[in-house]
């Protein structure tokens, strides 16, 4: 069993005969409740006996190792394409609400004058 820690959590790989499973617990509490993962190697069928086996246990962790590389490799490279989307996506919203605000004060502009006007007419109207 390897034990790694990651931030504050403490993950154990454990390996069995048929599969490679992944328990984490809290670092700072060594006695907590272990929560096991499912397991991360695809099943294998077991063979007839354990001497059968062709790859060790050692390989089977490189193996699962490597594959959960590539696996964060996938992540850190999707994290940085939603941090780009992310900051267009603000400096989007940063652009139109600025838009959005030149309208309003354009918009309250125009009320005056039509307001103005109607108060004009008006004026008009009862001097005539």
């Known amino acids: 069993m390897a034990v790694f820690e990651v931030s504050r959590l403490a993950l154990n790989v454990i390996h069995t005969h048929t599969d490679v499973y992944l328990a984490a617990r809290h670092a700072?509490?060594?006695?907590?409740k272990i929560h096991v993962?499912?397991?991360?190697?695809v099943r294998r069928q077991r063979l007839y006996?354990?001497?059968m086996h062709t790859e060790s246990p050692r390989e089977l962790?490189?193996?699962?190792?490597?594959r959960l590389e590539g696996r964060v490799t996938e992540l850190v490279a999707q994290c940085v394409r939603l941090r780009g989307e992310s900051h267009s996506l603000r400096d989007r919203l940063e652009a139109l609400s600025a838009e959005r605000a030149g309208l309003l004060a354009r918009n309250e502009?125009?009320?005056?004058?039509?307001e103005a006007m109607i108060l004009r007419l008006k004026s008009l109207e009862e001097s005539a």
């Open 37 to 41: 993962g499912a397991a991360l190697t």
């Open 28 to 32: 700072s509490n060594p006695y907590a």
């Open 61 to 66: 962790l490189e193996q699962e190792l490597k």
């Open 109 to 114: 502009q125009v009320r005056g004058k039509v």
């Open 49 to 51: 006996s354990d001497a």
